[in-house]
């Protein structure tokens, strides 16, 4: 889905892969197998794309033939990976614009973002198991097993696993803009 829509706001800007390419940073290779849906993006080739199709994130997910009622299987859900980490976020809700749910699984000394940053959402994150530190402006707030936070995601953020064991989380964006 996230490749189709890709190329079709590729080919709408009339623009070539080695165009894009020159735009993002990324590779005509890598460009390549993300329009044909042999590779994921990460997050950080996500936002590159979105900024160069002056478009939200949300947007370059959204699918306009989500069903009403989706199942989320393990080994079914959309990846998307974290630039220099280790681990991705696998994509919980279907797209349809309203809502994105992730689940992740950090492992120690990895962040899901190399930066501060913010996007116009709210955002919830919810851990399931290990120890995971939030980075909010100026705050840094650590969160055990069972607790959450709920914030205005416009205020730069980003989550750290600081223990010495792997982190479970879900995050909830509402609206998508992860």
Same mark, same amino acid.
């Given at each position: 889905?996230?490749?189709?829509? +890709?190329?079709?706001?590729?080919?709408?800007?009339? +623009?070539?892969?080695?165009? +894009?390419?020159?735009?993002?940073?990324? !590779?005509?290779?890598?460009?390549?197998?993300?329009?044909?849906?042999?590779?994921?993006?990460?997050?950080?080739?996500?936002?590159?794309?979105?900024?160069?199709?002056?478009?939200?994130?949300?947007?370059?997910? !959204?699918?306009?033939?989500?069903?009403?009622?989706?199942?989320?299987?393990?080994?079914?859900?959309?990846?998307? *990976?974290?630039?220099?980490?280790?681990?991705?976020?696998?994509?919980?809700?279907?797209?349809?614009?309203?809502?994105?749910?992730?689940?992740?699984?950090?492992?120690?000394?990895?962040?899901? !973002?190399?930066? +501060?940053?913010?996007?116009?959402?709210?955002?919830?994150?919810?851990?399931?198991?290990?120890?995971?530190?939030?980075?909010?402006?100026?705050?840094?707030?650590?969160?055990?097993? *069972?607790?959450?936070?709920?914030?205005?995601?416009?205020?730069?953020?980003?989550?750290?696993?600081?223990?010495? *064991?792997?982190?479970?989380?879900?995050?909830?964006?509402?609206?998508?803009?992860?």
């Amino acid at each position: 889905m996230l490749g189709d829509r +890709l190329k079709a706001l590729r080919q709408a800007k009339g +623009l070539t892969l080695r165009e +894009l390419s020159e735009r993002t940073g990324l !590779s005509v290779s890598m460009l390549s197998q993300i329009e044909n849906g042999a590779a994921d993006p990460s997050l950080g080739s996500v936002r590159k794309l979105a900024e160069v199709f002056e478009a939200s994130i949300a947007t370059l997910f !959204s699918d306009p033939d989500a069903p009403a009622i989706h199942i989320s299987r393990p080994g079914e859900r959309h990846s998307l *990976g974290v630039a220099d980490a280790s681990f991705a976020y696998e994509r919980l809700t279907p797209g349809r614009g309203d809502l994105e749910v992730l689940r992740a699984e950090i492992p120690p000394g990895q962040a899901t !973002s190399p930066r +501060l940053w913010g996007h116009p959402s709210t955002e919830c994150a919810y851990v399931i198991s290990g120890e995971l530190t939030v980075e909010l402006g100026a705050e840094r707030v650590t969160l055990a097993t *069972g607790e959450s936070v709920t914030f205005d995601s416009r205020e730069p953020h980003r989550y750290v696993n600081e223990s010495d *064991g792997v982190t479970t989380i879900v995050i909830a964006v509402t609206p998508p803009s992860p």
